[in-house]
């Protein structure tokens, strides 16, 4: 039996419900994980000592196959739609001894750990993995606690996570034989026939998207954080492949966390205990925090090395666009270390427009950033989801909807509250394509985002002159520090202006047709803070 620095009693393993205490491996550090992955042949090493893995058939998540467990608790109190599907209890009950019964008959790994870094809101969490690849993962992404914690340490919620275990879809419930399942009432997370970790990740968000607001009170948010020397807290809101951990690990700021956070009355706390950046085509000069957090104990996800070599060559797309790594928090140089903030003073949503419209940056009144949260407009960008090779145009409410048990109104309303009473002012960020749509501009150039972001934060754009858009109605700065004149107006930047005009009122229609479903729930100044056709 292999353990860390505790001694662990076999008494305490078969209390997790596992008969054979020699084949679990309890709270193994980070060094071990990654021996007893290359001794099983499921990953290599990188020249900079990251562990290498590939994830198989599922490289990004499969929300089609994600179910949440329909019972006395959820019946009314979950958003039920295509994100939240319900499935019966006795469904999770068979799955849940079926999967008890595999892992039992093989080794696992099992780790404890905990979510939220304020402790007001502390949240204990136990996984069991198939791979010790997937339990690194969850050192890397969870907090740890100390050994004394450990010794009296109670789970609030167990993770099951094995790869190598199909659901039959004839007795089971399942849509196939790939599955994430929550349960509320059993406080359990079963995850099988999938490898990617960010389902476990994400599970975990949304646990938390259904227990922060519900019964603490507290804004739970798909969003990074940063603060600056004097206490400006920044977030940015935004789905995956939009910005949010790129322009949050600012060299100049200390990052607070990289994509889950809540809001209370008092500031903002991070979720997580790490960070899950996409590495495709990254390169030291464009992201050199997240370049150099890749070493001993990263996690480095369905990437290849150059031919003959230990080196990871980042623009290689042949597994998936959806490259991943994950590291601890501490691997960050410029980090807030208690994961804790103050109420954020300038509020960032990023978008990543595949039509080639959205201005690269605008203010938003606070009519307007409600309007926007609800919409919650992006393209996913390819490899992020099952199926998705190409940036697809969608609306994603409170730039999360994949991870929200809740109406998407409750969270609304809430971040609504937040904006007025900090005073918080909004803005709008396209990190999408200018010059045309997608296939026929061009991806906004980082450097010149990062310089819009630093601009609003520093307050250069305060006192600038501001144009408002025709269509969509937000404010949109002529001059920006660091960035030329002609790319702040997007229709400035097509060279058939009448097309752009075209493609700007097919965008705006579809931004109409999709609020329509929220209007019933919604201010008059909300509706029409929208685009005006």
Not at 304 to 322: H, K, L, M, Q, W
Not at 382 to 409: D, I, M, Q, R, Y
């Amino acid at each position: 039996m292999s353990f860390s620095m505790l001694t662990v009693d076999p008494a305490k393993i078969r209390q997790m419900g596992f008969h054979h205490p020699e084949r679990v491996h309890y709270q193994l550090p980070p060094d071990e994980l990654v021996e007893e992955t290359l001794r099983r042949g499921e990953g290599r090493l990188s020249q900079n000592g990251a562990l290498l893995i590939n994830t198989g058939t599922f490289t990004g998540r499969s929300p089609k196959d994600k179910f949440i467990v329909r019972d006395a608790l959820t019946a009314d109190t979950v958003h039920w739609n295509d994100f939240n599907q319900p499935i019966p209890e006795a469904s999770f009950d068979q799955l849940y001894r079926k999967m008890m019964t595999y892992l039992d008959e093989r080794e696992v790994w099992v780790r404890d750990g905990y979510v939220c870094a304020d402790p007001r809101y502390r949240l204990n969490i136990r996984a069991v993995n198939e791979q010790p690849a997937a339990n690194l993962f969850c050192y890397n992404m969870f907090g740890r606690p100390d050994e004394e914690t450990l010794d009296t340490f109670k789970p609030d919620w167990t993770i099951l996570q094995a790869p190598g275990f199909t659901a039959d879809p004839a007795t089971d419930g399942t849509r196939q034989g790939n599955f994430a399942l929550i349960s509320f009432t059993r406080r359990t997370i079963l995850i099988g026939g999938t490898a990617y970790t960010g389902e476990i990740k994400k599970g975990v968000f949304s646990i938390l998207n259904y227990l922060m607001p519900g019964g603490q009170g507290v804004l739970s948010m798909h969003c990074s954080a940063n603060v600056g020397e004097d206490g400006d807290t920044a977030i940015f809101f935004g789905l995956s492949g939009t910005g949010k951990t790129t322009l949050s690990t600012d060299p100049a700021r200390r990052l607070i966390g990289d994509d889950e956070h809540g809001w209370t009355d008092t500031g903002v706390f991070n979720f997580e205990g790490g960070c899950y950046a996409k590495c495709i085509d990254l390169s030291e000069k464009k992201e050199p925090e997240i370049f150099h957090a890749i070493r001993d104990g990263a996690l480095v996800e369905n990437t290849v090395c150059f031919p003959g070599t230990d080196e990871i060559n980042f623009a290689d797309r042949s597994i998936t666009e959806n490259t991943r790594v994950s590291y601890p928090l501490h691997y960050i140089e410029h980090l807030q270390e208690k994961g804790m903030a103050g109420s954020p003073r300038h509020i960032f949503f990023l978008t990543c427009d595949a039509f080639g419209v959205i201005p690269p940056v605008s203010r938003l009144s606070p009519a307007q950033a409600m309007y926007q949260f609800i919409s919650g407009y992006t393209a996913k960008v390819a490899g992020t989801e099952t199926g998705v090779t190409e940036p697809k145009t969608t609306f994603s409410a409170c730039f999360g909807a994949p991870f929200l048990p809740l109406h998407p109104a409750r969270y609304a309303s809430m971040l609504g509250e937040r904006i007025r009473t900090s005073g918080a002012k909004v803005w709008l960020i396209n990190t999408g394509w200018t010059g045309g749509p997608y296939g026929v501009g061009e991806r906004m150039p980082l450097h010149f985002t990062r310089a819009m972001v630093k601009a609003a934060l520093g307050g250069a754009l305060d006192g600038v002159p501001y144009r408002t858009h025709p269509l969509f109605g937000m404010d949109v700065p002529q001059k920006c520090p660091g960035v030329p004149n002609a790319l702040l107006n997007p229709r400035d930047t097509w060279m058939n202006r009448s097309a752009y005009d075209e493609q700007a009122v097919k965008l705006a229609a579809l931004f109409v047709a999709n609020f329509a479903k929220y209007a019933d729930g919604v201010s008059a100044e909300i509706k029409a803070a929208g685009p005006q056709l």
